[in-house]
């Protein structure tokens, strides 16, 4: 039935990407990270995989920080988090901020958003659920700092491999991924040294973006039959190196994909106790 009205149907589309899962960012001390991530952020702890010292599952909402312990990975740019609450946000990084003073640890408060850095110096910028992102508590993009004249080409690959739709700027581009995220990358000046961090995202067709890969040399590790990884952003045009952040790539046979990630409420706490609030659905 005609309603008379127009929408705007590609707007919901959704590319080969379905879904940007995990940041994977190295650590050298759990017990610094977790204060950071948990009592500060309000992010849970994955309860049910758990690696000991060696590495920490971190949820926010349906995406998840990646924890190995190792020497520092400082992602080059931001992450984007969604939080329910900005102020609570506020509340509890004042609260954790004196047992961080030897760290890099800080954070700065704006209109719309608080922007943070983690003890090693990754910076985020979060934002208190509502319309701009279509999550109450999650990470809606990661943006990369990236040389000089890549955007294009960067948009370019994933145009070409991921069939992705991407927002163009003369020093940016936005790759839309999966359900109200996105990739961005932005031209900088500096000259920033990649230290191996990596994002993990789930595709539906596996084997098209393998094949151009493979074909290409840039596939950097065949991990099992559901995941693989490559590292180098190329210009599909001229075959030119962009960019390297290591993408672990997963079918939609992953055992982890729709995997159920437990929240907590961060609200909750034992002075105003509330019965039957203690999980956050995001
Ligand atoms: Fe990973």
């Known amino acids: 039935m005609a309603t ?12 080969n990407i379905i879904a ?7 650590v050298p001390d759990q017990a610094i990270a977790t204060l950071f991530y948990v009592n500060g952020l309000g992010l849970t702890r994955d309860p049910y995989i758990d690696f000991g010292p060696s590495n920490v599952w971190i949820n926010a909402g349906k995406q998840q920080f ?4 190792k020497k520092p990975q400082v992602i080059r740019g931001h992450i984007g988090l969604v ?9 509890r990084l004042h609260s954790v901020e004196k047992r961080l003073t030897d760290t890099r640890f800080s954070f700065t408060s704006a209109k719309e958003f608080i922007s943070v850095t983690c003890p090693w110096g990754n910076k985020l910028k979060c934002y208190g659920s509502g319309k701009r992102f279509n999550m109450r508590l999650g990470i809606p993009y990661v ?3 990236v040389p000089r004249g890549t955007a294009r080409g960067i948009a370019r690959f994933y145009e070409d491999l991921f069939s992705c739709r991407t927002t163009l700027t003369k020093t940016s581009c936005q790759i839309a991924v999966g359900r109200g995220q996105s990739l961005r990358f932005k031209e ?10 990596h994002i993990a995202i789930y595709v539906s067709n596996f084997s098209t973006p393998h094949q151009y890969l493979d074909h ?7 991990s099992d039959a559901h995941q693989y990884r490559f590292q180098t952003i190329i210009d599909p045009s001229t075959g030119q190196e962009l960019f390297d952040v290591e993408h672990e790539v997963r079918s939609l ?7 159920f990630l437990v929240n907590r409420n961060a609200s909750q706490s034992f002075v105003d106790y509330q019965q039957g609030l203690d999980s956050f659905h995001p």
């Not at 940007?20 to 190295?26: F, Q, S």
């Not at 939080?83 to 509340?91: G, I, T, Y």
């Not at 046979?253 to 995997?259: A, D, E, I, L, S």
Request: glycine fraction near 6%; hydrophobic fraction near 30%; avoid cysteine.
């Open 188 to 197: 900088n000046e500096q000259k920033l040294d990649y230290d191996g961090h």
């Open 4 to 15: 008379g009205k127009i929408y705007d149907r590609a707007a919901e589309d959704v590319s």
């Open 216 to 222: 290409h040399g840039l596939i950097t590790e065949e």
């Open 20 to 26: 940007m899962e995990h940041v994977n960012i190295t």
């Open 83 to 91: 939080v329910p609450d900005l102020k609570a946000l506020a509340k």
């Open 143 to 145: 943006e990369f700092l």
């Open 253 to 259: 046979h992953h055992p982890m994909y729709g995997r």
């Open 66 to 69: 990646h924890l190995p312990t």
